[in-house]
């Protein structure tokens, strides 16, 4: 089982990224999907996620600025993020279970001021 996560990068506040996660060696479309993200000194911290329905749920951080989808022909998961705040800035990982727990690498993203 493989989630590969890219996309992350610098950018300054207000504007945007999209990451992207690939995954392999589970069937992806049963999977409920999930972003989260670490800061320097803070615990892990669940972003967004997305049942194998496409219904999405958001941290309160984030709503109305981030966007989770999925798309189950390509085994893929997305996190659009706009309006970025020096405050998203973390190591951002996906994650997947069903009947087990998988995590991504993580990529790291950095808003500047």
């Known amino acids: 089982v493989q989630l590969q996560a890219f996309g992350g990068g610098l950018v300054q506040a207000g504007g945007s990224l999209r990451l992207s996660c690939a995954a392999s060696?589970?069937?992806?479309?049963?999977?409920?999907m999930d972003w989260y993200r670490q800061a320097p000194g803070k615990q892990r911290e669940l972003v967004a996620s997305?049942?194998?329905?496409?219904?999405?749920n958001y941290a309160d951080s984030v709503k109305g600025r981030f966007t989770i989808s999925r798309d189950n022909a390509r085994d893929t998961v997305y996190l659009q993020m706009n309006s970025l705040k020096p405050d998203d800035t973390a190591v951002y990982y996906c994650?997947?279970?069903?009947?087990?727990?998988?995590w991504g690498q993580g990529t790291l993203v950095t808003v500047s001021s």
């Open positions: 994650h997947g279970y069903l009947s087990g727990s998988y």
């Open positions: 060696g589970i069937t992806f479309s049963r999977y409920i």
């Open positions: 997305i049942t194998s329905g496409g219904n999405p």
